[in-house]
C-alpha cells in the first residue's frame, strides 16, 4: 500500500489569509477586567486579525518541522509496521501494509490538524500541541515536548494506491500522484462555519486506488471526516462477511435513494432481510452505521443548487458509495490468511 499526501493551501498560510483574531491565540479570561479599563482599544484589537509577523511564520515552521520529523516518523514506523520513504514540511510519501493502513491514515490527518488521538490515546491534545502523555515511557524517537501542529483549520489531502504484487512500481506510482491530485480537486457545496455562508468546500479528501492485477482500477474518493465514517462502518461489527458490503453496492446499484430523507428506509429495508445480520444487536449496529456514512456521504457530494449540471455530484455520489463498499469488501477479504488450514 503506497501512501502520498500534501497539506492544502499552505500558500494562504504563509499570507496569513487562515490567521484568527488575536482573541483566538490568548488564554482564556486575559485579559482581566482591570486590564481591560486601563487598556484603551484593547476589545478592538483583540477583534482585529492576527498579523503573519516573524514569530508566527517561525512557529509555522516549527509545526512544519515537528510533523514531518517527529510524528509522521513515530506513526509510520513505530506505531505502526510502515516505512516512511520521504517526509518534508507537508509533504509525506510512505508505504505500509493492508491491514493497517486506514488507522495509520486517520492517524497521520488527526497529528495534522492536532485533534484527539483517538485510537491509541498516547498523545493528549491541548491547545493544538501534540505531547506524550506523562503516564507512559516516551519513545527516544520523540522529543518529550509540546508538539506543534497545523492546527484545526489546516486540511491535508491523500493519495493512497493498493497494488497487486504483480503490478509493475511504475503504474503504481502513477496512480498513487494522479489519486493525490484528484482529492486535492475533491469540493462539494455546504456550509462554510467560518464564513457563516454556503460556499464551496474543498480538499481535505482522501482518494483510494485499488489496482488489480488484470489492469482494472478501483477509485473511490471522499472527504477525510467521511472516510473515517467509513472505516467505523468495517468495525461496526465483528466477523462481518465482505459479501455483505458487495450486496449494498448492488442495490444501491439497481435502486438508489431518491432523496436525503428516505436514507433512513431504504437501510432499514436492507438489514431486515439479511441472513448476515440476524442478530438484533449485529442488525442496529450495522443499521446505524451504515446510515451515518451514507448521509456523510449524500452531504459531501453536492452540487450548487443554482448550477444546471448539479446532478453531476448526484451521479458522483452514486459512484462513489458503490466503489466505496466495494473498497469495504475487498479489504476485509484480504485481510484474511490461510496458514495451514486455519484462518
Known sequence: VLAAGDGDDMGTWLKGTKLQPYSSYIPEGYPDAKARKNW?????FLASKKRMGPATHTALSRALLDFSNQLVPYLT??????????????????????????????DINLCFKGSEDKQYQEFKSDGDYWQWKPDKPCPKSLQN???FTMGSLASISFGISIANQGVPLAIAL?????????AKKYKFWGWNEQKKKPCWITKDAVQVRVIYGNGNVLKATSRFEVFGQWRSLLDCISDVEPALFE???ELWKQHPVPSVEAISNWVQAFCSRREALNQDDDREAFRKALHSWIQAMWKTNLGRPSDPKAYIFDEQRDREIQNWLKLAAFVLRKRKINLGGAT
Open 40 to 44: 484603551d482599544g484593547v476589545d478592538q
Open 77 to 106: 514506523e513505530e506505531r505502526y509496521a510502515g516505512r516512511l520513504i520521504y517526509s518534508g514540511g507537508d509533504d509525506v510519501l510512505a508505504y505500509t501494509n493492508l491491514w493497517e493502513w486506514d488507522s495509520w491514515l486517520l
Open 145 to 147: 515536548r509540546p508538539l
Open 174 to 182: 502513477e496512480n498513487l500522484w494522479e489519486a493525490e491530485a484528484e
Open 247 to 249: 450486496q449494498v453496492a
